[in-house]
């Protein structure tokens, strides 16, 4: 018997009972379930373990990589993906020279995106494409109309070449679908849309893995959707343009194969892992359904982009945290192709120091860390293989949902996505409010030294044409909180917090690092203390300091007593708040003292109130 069978005899087998009942009386009489499980936003309880017995029955766990259903990934062997950056084409000599800049830099796939009045000749593809070697890199083209045009002239530059079209790997992305929700309406009517669809496709089929159209699931996660909604509206979307393709003719195997679907990425990082693993088995089942001649088109093909939900203006640097581990995620989970935006993107023209920091992201992982070595890293772990089953399962219910609407366009037209979409955002921005879901330097943590009077807003094309559905509206969680602290930073003044520290130490000091995070949310300038003896002394410095606001920090015990003398000596020519909800705040509020602060104050509806008393609008 070797060393290692020795040692496992060493140790009893547990039972998951055994673990639970260890748990339970660890708890103390508390509950299991609001205590240790974690009931996500996805609607998803996370228990606090997992047991083999929790991925035992699940399907596909022996499935090797490149097994329909594509749960461990659509190739066997490593887990590459192409690294993306993205060119907005002003000029095409211009985009032309930062291609091949970045291309020596470690890129392997570009994605041009163009304006809308952009005429594509072959004199505009051949300055944009000069110097680039095709067949070695994924090339991507994102218009904004003329997309058959552009593919026509595409192909005649690669003929002209002498490049095979079998060595050509990227896509046109053409989103019809995608446009519509954005914009609310389409320069044509959607059944024309979907006729042009199947003009690209069939004009693409000299082009084997070059796809001409891309389900951008991206619109719903940017307007605030979560991690299912995004899935199950995205495969509903996918599953729309494979209806309308095959009912014009065009075969399940080229229909599948047209199809490219763009995610974006969140912070949440397991869950994100799951999601992308779980696209696959669903995408799979769907295209299943129409019959293909092989396996091969039930391969989905992802590119995930970083998203921009989670973005923040200020503490910038903390985007840097947020790309990075949805970069993790995404190549972890296996997507195909993945764009790290910019930390800054979201609020100024991305610098060539930001985009090298993107760019880098990646290869750290890919060179470094070595994501590229292993297909499927995750496989055998019993949370994200449970998780990969519960995301798929509650993505699929959502896609029925929609489906039994009449299929995605109906859904649109009812309003029935858009309405899931703007519930989950105005819930994920009430969480944010409270606190209840953290963002870094936003909501918790801020950086007050941090001053900036001009905020680049949420940007919106605006809708035009005859067919009008409710558009997604793009934004950022903490759009809300930025505005707020903009305010503040015009200001002529800023406003001036005194902590007013008193009585029990531990609690007047856990007090004042709440009562600082708290207010320096909005920018404030605070005046922490180490403690005063007593209220007169702590109410003559807040006064020589020019205090506009004084936050008492002490317990709730003392409170009783501390805050109406403070009370009565600070009178009204400051606002006085008490850091905390002691028992004996009906008291208080009796004697004047009606300003309370604690974990439940709804940090923007509060701030705000401040702001106007303060007269800052």
């Not at 087998?13 to 660890?26: F, L, P, Y």
């Not at 995605?408 to 209840?436: H, L, P, T, Y």
Request: proline share 4%.
């Amino acid at each position: 018997m070797s060393e290692k069978e020795k040692l496992f005899t060493d140790f009893p087998s547990i039972s998951t009972e055994d673990w639970m009942n260890k748990v339970k009386a660890d708890l103390k009489g508390k509950d299991f379930d609001k205590k240790l499980v974690w009931h996500s936003f996805e609607g998803i309880d996370v228990q606090p373990f997992y047991r083999s017995e929790d991925s035992r029955d699940l399907p596909y766990l022996d499935n090797p990589p490149g097994e329909y259903p594509f749960l461990r990934g659509i190739y066997p062997g490593r887990n590459s993906w192409f690294v993306r950056q993205d060119i907005e084409v002003d000029d095409p000599a211009g985009a032309n020279k930062k291609a091949l800049d970045i291309l020596n830099r470690g890129i392997t796939s570009l994605g041009f995106i163009f304006r809308k009045d952009t005429e594509f000749t072959s004199s505009y593809i051949d300055a944009l494409l000069d110097g680039i070697y095709c067949q070695s890199i994924e090339i991507n083209f994102a218009p904004q109309g003329n997309a058959k045009e552009l593919l026509e002239i595409f192909s005649g530059y690669l003929k002209r070449k002498g490049i095979k079209s079998e060595q050509v790997r990227g896509a046109i992305e053409a989103d019809p679908l995608g446009r519509l929700l954005v914009n609310g309406s389409l320069c044509t009517s959607v059944e024309e849309s979907f006729d042009y669809l199947a003009d690209l496709v069939k004009d693409s089929s000299h082009l084997p893995f070059f796809r001409v159209i891309a389900a951008d699931g991206s619109v719903f996660s940017n307007s605030g959707s979560g991690i299912i909604q995004e899935l199950a509206f995205s495969l509903a979307m996918g599953n729309e343009y494979l209806a309308r393709l095959t009912d014009r003719g065009i075969g399940i195997d080229k229909a599948a194969s047209s199809i490219g679907f763009k995610f974006g990425i969140g912070s949440n990082y397991f869950m994100e892992i799951a999601r992308m693993r779980a696209a696959r088995i669903l995408w799979a089942k769907i295209v299943e359904a129409y019959g293909p001649e092989s396996k091969e088109p039930a391969k989905i093909y992802i590119h995930s982009v970083t998203g921009e939900w989670n973005k923040t203006v200020y503490d910038p640097y903390v985007n840097m945290l947020r790309t990075q581990t949805e970069a993790m995620s995404a190549t972890l989970g296996g997507t195909n192709s993945l764009t790290v935006k910019p930390f800054d993107s979201v609020s100024r023209e991305a610098s060539e120091f930001s985009e090298r920091i993107a760019r880098n992201q990646q290869l750290l992982l890919m060179e470094e860390s070595h994501f590229d070595k292993v297909n499927d890293p995750s496989a055998g772990s019993y949370y994200i293989e449970k998780l990969t089953s519960s995301i798929a399962e509650h993505a699929w219910d959502l896609f029925l949902e929609t489906e039994e609407k009449g299929g995605f366009m109906e859904a649109v037209k009812e309003g029935f996505v858009q309405g899931r979409v703007k519930q989950a955002a105005e819930k994920r921005r009430s969480n944010i409010r409270r606190r209840k879901e953290k963002l870094l330097g936003t909501n918790i943590f801020p950086n007050e030294e941090e001053k900036i009077s001009t905020s680049p807003g949420d940007k919106k094309e605006d809708a035009a044409g005859n067919y009008e559905i409710e558009p997604l509206i793009a934004s950022r969680a903490a759009v809300e909180f930025e505005e707020l602290r903009m305010a503040v930073d015009r200001h002529s003044k800023t406003p001036q917090v005194f902590l007013l520290t008193i009585g029990n130490p531990v609690m007047r000091k856990a007090r004042a690092q709440f009562a600082h995070g708290f207010f320096g949310c909005a920018g404030y300038s605070i005046a922490d203390n180490p403690g005063f003896d007593s209220a007169a002394e702590g109410v003559k410095a807040a006064e020589d300091a020019g205090a506009d606001i004084v936050v008492l920090c002490s317990s709730d015990d003392e409170y009783a007593t501390i805050a109406p003398e403070v009370k009565s000596i600070l009178g009204d020519s400051k606002i006085l708040v008490i850091a905390g909800e002691p028992a004996c705040r009906d008291e208080l509020e009796k004697q004047g003292v009606d300003r309370f602060i604690s974990m439940r104050t709804n940090l923007l509806d509060t701030l705000m109130e401040y702001n106007r008393e303060l007269g800052i609008s």
